[in-house]
């Protein structure tokens, strides 16, 4: 099966914990994506790999950081996680970096910080 | 910089009814234009995108959108709706120099029996 896929589905953890969220895709696609969607379903891009580069950083703070062994995954670590990160972190990929290709999206992991 | 604005947090309509879901952009460029939809509990896909060319772009599952350069609009269609298209959509704007998409807020749809 050709998809995006993301471990875990769900996770729950307290305020200052560290985290990782795992994310990879079988399209054989050169770029990923990490986005974030807040409560209300606002989507905002936190980072972007093309073949393993990092080539967009939004202004994210510094307990995120993307990790990638190779152009199929992409995981997202959050060092000392904070209440204001409880959201659904999305994953997606496309197939080149270029406004032409749309994307496909992982199912998500949502995010609850107590 | 690119903005996308959707007016219609929500949007309720009947089974079988046909329906419009706005979506206006603001960008001095040239443009990719894009709908994907969500629903409950899962990831974005796919819907239908325009670059160039015939102003109506057919999608999956009945959808279509229009492009309109003078209004500034890139609206969804769908002449006859199921219940299973109940869903979150969005639209999407990308600059064609750059790979940031920018996404609308989304528009819930409910489509009653």
């Known amino acids: 099966e050709t998809a995006v896929f993301q471990t875990p589905n769900y996770h729950v953890t307290q305020v200052g914990n560290e985290v990782s969220f795992n994310c990879k895709q079988t399209?054989?696609?050169?770029?990923m994506y990490w986005y974030k969607q807040d409560s209300k379903k606002l989507l905002k891009i936190m980072f972007s790999?093309?073949?393993?580069?990092?080539?967009v950083n939004e202004t994210v703070p510094r307990r995120f950081s993307p990790q990638s062994s190779d152009k199929a995954h992409l995981n997202l670590r959050i060092k000392s996680v904070e209440p204001e990160d409880s959201a659904v972190y999305l994953c997606?990929?496309?197939?080149?970096?270029?406004?032409?290709?749309?994307?496909?999206f992982g199912p998500g992991t949502r995010l609850t910080v107590l | 910089t690119q903005t996308v604005s959707q007016s219609d947090a929500h949007v309720t309509v009947f089974e079988g009814d046909s329906v419009e879901l706005r979506c206006n952009y603001s960008?001095?460029?040239?443009?990719?234009l894009s709908w994907y939809i969500q629903h409950h509990g899962r990831g974005l896909q796919f819907l239908l995108k325009?670059?160039?060319?015939?102003?109506v772009v057919q999608g999956v599952n009945g959808f279509e959108a229009e492009f309109s350069k003078s209004d500034s609009s890139f609206h969804l269609r769908k002449a006859s709706v199921h219940w299973s298209d109940s869903a979150v959509y969005f639209c999407?704007?990308?600059?064609?120099?750059?790979?940031?998409?920018?996404f609308g807020s989304g528009t819930r749809l409910l489509v009653s029996p």
């Open positions: 960008y001095g460029g040239s443009i990719y």
């Open positions: 790999y093309n073949n393993k580069q990092l080539i």
């Open positions: 325009y670059y160039s060319g015939n102003p």
């Open positions: 999407a704007v990308r600059g064609t120099g750059g790979y940031k998409v920018v």
């Open positions: 399209l054989g696609h050169d770029t």
């Open positions: 997606a990929s496309s197939s080149r970096l270029g406004a032409r290709a749309e994307q496909f």
